[in-house]
């Protein structure tokens, strides 16, 4: 993240949050974001229309809960600050409501290996944290337990978390969740709905982690054809 200007930073931020709402993850003025710096982080203003915010909107927070700017920090800072300082592989994290994940959540239903892209949030599933009032040091407990080994969770009776290396990491995962809760409340009602096994998820997990770092996949027979030309 330090690699662009606080300035440049505080618009892209501005500009990922008209993609979730323009994307339909997000809806009004629920959801927040927030991008790591140096001694703190950046985090969208409370109750400002995504529509209307500008880059000066961005609240810049320390992790002793002080901040600066024209607006408050976000009702739920607390978990945004909580989860940087407990993820440093992170540098980035979305929450919104989208329909489908908040659906799940309200049910208390953890998305399992029925698909192999659930290991994009780092495990064999996607867990649920109980529930606990919005902005309280409980939410944030409770989703940085969730999120123990992965990249996302969903917030029972809430909605979700995404985490990511960079704001555009953190959306594009985001929307690969509400994809999958998407796909997993429809597959529901058609019987039983087969799971991957650990194992595999194993193996899916480690092709994915390679592929993070410009590998191609190995496996057996994976690679039998791509190769890159000689010369």
Known sequence: MTKL?????????????????????????????????????????????????EAEDIVEMSYDGTYAGKHRPSSEWRFHRDIMKHREDINAILHCHSIYATTLACQYKPIPAFHYMVGVAGGTTIRVAPYATFGTQQLSDNAIEALEGRLACLLGQHGQISLGKTLEASLWLATEVETLARLYVQALPLGDLPILSDEEMARVIEQMRKMSYGQAPDAEGIN??????AG
Do not use: H, K
């Open 224 to 229: 039998d054809v791509a190769r890159p030309r």
């Open 5 to 53: 200007t606080n300035r440049a930073l505080r618009q892209e931020m501005v500009d990922i949050c008209r993609r979730m709402n323009a994307s339909g993850i997000n809806q009004g003025t629920s959801g927040n974001l927030s991008a790591r710096i140096d001694g703190g982080f950046l985090i969208t203003p409370t109750s400002l229309p995504y529509d209307r915010m």
